[in-house]
Each structure stands twice: as C-alpha cells, then as structure tokens.
C-alpha cells in the first residue's frame, strides 16, 4: 500500500508540533492531528531550561520565545513566613550554555511559534479538529483511523509518532503499560496578578516554599503568578476551589485587607509514570504519551521536547536510508533519562516540599545553603536539575 505521508503525528501540543517541525525541515512529509480545535491556552507547563532554548536557537525560535517570556536568573527554596532560603544562581552555568537561565514562558506560546513556522513548510500539515481513533501496523507502514469535520477516513503512513499525552490513544493502541504511580494528593494551581515579589523580600520568579503545615510554590510568567497550593486533607477539592476557601489560601502567603483576584484556577493530580518501551515496529512514543513525571523542577515539557528532537533525527535518518533500528537508539537514549533522571529528580523534588517536620525542613534547607555556597557542588547541582547531563549522556549512548 503506498503511504499518504511519511510520518502521522497524534496530537498537537509542543511535542507533536516540534516533531513536525523538525521532520519538515530534514525533508520529512508530515501530517499532525489534533483532537482540539485549536492551541489552548490553559495552564499547563511554564519552564523552559537552558538546554531547551539552546536546541530551539538554531530553528530561530529561542529568540521570539525569551522576548514572550521572563528570564529568571535565579530559583529558590524558601521558608514561609521566616524567609530564609537556598538561592540557586544560574549564572554558574554561564560556560556550558549559551542561556544560563530558565525562562518562565506559557507553553502555548511556543506551540504558535510552532504552528506559525510550520505554515510556511511546504512538507508538513496540521489538523485541528481530528484525533487519531485507531490504527494497525504491518511491515511496511501504519493504516491509521482518523476521525475529523469530515468524518472518518483511513490513512497511511510510514510511521505513526503519538504525542497526545497522558491519555494516549497511540500508546494504549500498542498495549504498553504505564508503570508507575499516582500520588495521593490534589493540587490547585491558581493565577492573580497580585504582586508578591513586593511583598515577599528576595523572592525569586520560580520559589518553592515551605509554610507551617504544608507548602506551595509561586512561579512568575509575564503579567501573573502562577500558586501551586497543596490542599488541606480534610477538605474536598471541590471545596477548597470554591472562592472563599481559594481566598483563604493566598491569604496565608501575603495576608490583605482585600480578597484575592483569582484569574484562573485548576485542580490536576501528579503522576510518575513511564512506558517499557518508546517504540514498538513503525511506532513511537513521545512526550508525555510515553513517561509523566511531577512537575516539581519543571522537567516534564523539557524532557518531551528533548524526546523531540531524538525522534525527528532517528526518522530523518531512517528516511535517508538508515535501518529502522535507528528508533532502538531513540528509546536507548532517551527512556533512561526519564526513568533514571527526570523521574527521579522530580520525585525528590516534591518530596523534599511535601516533608512536613520542622527538624527535617531546616536540615533540608541548611543542606541547600550549602550546596549554593559551594560552587563547584552548585555547578554540579545545576547541570542535572537544568536538564544538561541528562542530555549529554543521552548523546553518548550508542
């Protein structure tokens, strides 16, 4: 059966649309299908590391994003209401990056980065409105089912590449597990515009805070902060995102004579999961279709468009020739630094800020103090929680 198009993508996020990007511009006809109608713009991933922006300078899109966004120079850990706290200096990575910061940037506004570049590639179409339902591989291609305004159609390709997340249709298509966990809790991620940094003395535009009985964090984009509150157990989520108790919540970081103005408000649960495999035959998994992590040290958007930009290489150079075992090398480089860096990291993360025992917390925080105050154990610090030995050792694996 000839193919329509060398590659189908499900789902249109970051990760589907850089995949396309990528594959476009190394030759690759490429088809996106996105179940949505169209880029949403909720509240979703906000941080992007240093390496990622290195990856997007060359395809001309660092530069439109940093200008969306706010270069954070700095993060922290920090005790509430006493203030004291670790500050990690990302200037110490000055030498081995050419953006030693992390950006604090929508995600959505890369994605039209992505979507207005991908317009202009005579290679590459994109699909709102249609989801990938189903699909069979044989030896030489993927038959898939994709269901639109139109209806539903048959189509073929190549190989089929799933980006369309948690609930992938793609991976559960192959049969893979998603081994891992769901932690008990329920978090509320909440935006205002109310001004703590003028408030809050020292405070970073990425902290993560300690407060009597539990934590939160606050991290800044252009024009909002967003608060990540950990709920009270004895309380419903459904309650707590009413607006009196949502109210109450903030109070407890900045008390005001007013209520809070709370633009946007969420409840999400937090996951550490990973598939065996990243591909199976003419099929692949990127993104969080394939690992989910807790978005404690905003590792989860990075890692998928990390997986990005493995994948597109492995299928340009299959479509240059390579064997097909080119996607064995995309799973060996790239699964290991989920399930042994990214999950891992991410998962010490949250539990270091879910500890609740005062003696803990300072002991916690002293050892913070002393990783900032030495600079070769904060470059070595910062080199893994920035996303960069992750990636170079990955670029080792052969």
Not at 93 to 100: I, V
């Amino acid at each position: 059966m000839a193919a329509d198009v060398e590659v189908m993508i499900s789902g249109g996020g970051p990760v589907g649309l850089m995949t396309a990007l990528l594959l476009a511009r190394g030759g690759v006809g490429t088809l996106v299908c996105e179940a949505e109608a169209g880029i949403a713009e909720d509240l979703r991933a906000s941080t992007f590391h240093p390496p990622t922006l290195d990856l997007l300078a060359p395809l001309g899109l660092a530069a439109p994003l940093v200008a969306q966004g706010l270069a954070c120079p700095h993060w922290q850990v920090r005790m509430h209401p006493g203030g004291e706290r670790a500050v990690f200096d990302l200037g110490a990575l000055a030498g081995e990056t050419a953006h030693p910061y992390r950006l604090q940037c929508e995600q959505w506004k890369l994605s039209r980065l992505l979507l207005e570049a991908l317009a202009s590639e005579p290679n590459a179409s994109v699909r709102f409105g249609t989801r990938v339902a189903g699909f069979s591989q044989d030896e030489d291609g993927v038959t898939a089912e994709i269901v639109g305004p139109a209806g539903c159609e048959s189509f073929r390709a190549r190989f089929l590449v799933g980006c369309d997340g948690a609930r992938s249709v793609v991976r559960q298509g192959l049969g893979l597990p998603f081994e891992g966990q769901t932690y008990p809790e329920t978090t509320l991620l909440a935006t205002t515009t109310f001004p703590f940094e003028s408030h809050l003395e020292g405070l970073s535009n990425v902290s993560y805070c300690w407060k009597p009985g539990g934590n939160f964090s606050l991290l800044k984009v252009p024009g909002r902060w967003r608060v990540s509150i950990y709920p009270r157990e004895e309380l419903s989520v459904e309650e707590q995102l009413a607006p009196d108790h949502l109210d109450a919540s903030l109070q407890e970081i900045v008390p005001r004579a007013m209520r809070y103005e709370v633009m946007e408000a969420r409840p999400y649960r937090v996951h550490q999961r990973i598939v065996p495999r990243y591909a199976v035959g003419r099929v692949a998994l990127a993104g969080d279709a394939a690992h989910l992590n807790s978005p404690a040290g905003g590792m989860g958007l990075n890692g998928g468009l990390h997986d990005a930009f493995e994948l597109a290489a492995a299928l340009i150079e299959i479509a240059r020739g390579a064997d097909r075992g080119r996607l064995d090398l995309y799973d060996r480089r790239r699964r290991p630094v989920a399930a042994e860096q990214i999950l891992v990291q991410s998962d010490r993360n949250r539990a270091r800020m879910r500890e609740k025992d005062p003696d803990k917390r300072r002991e916690a925080l002293a050892e913070l103090q002393a990783i900032t105050r030495d600079p070769a154990r904060l470059k070595a610090h910062l080199m893994r929680s920035s996303m960069i030995e992750g990636l170079r050792q990955a670029a080792l694996v052969s």
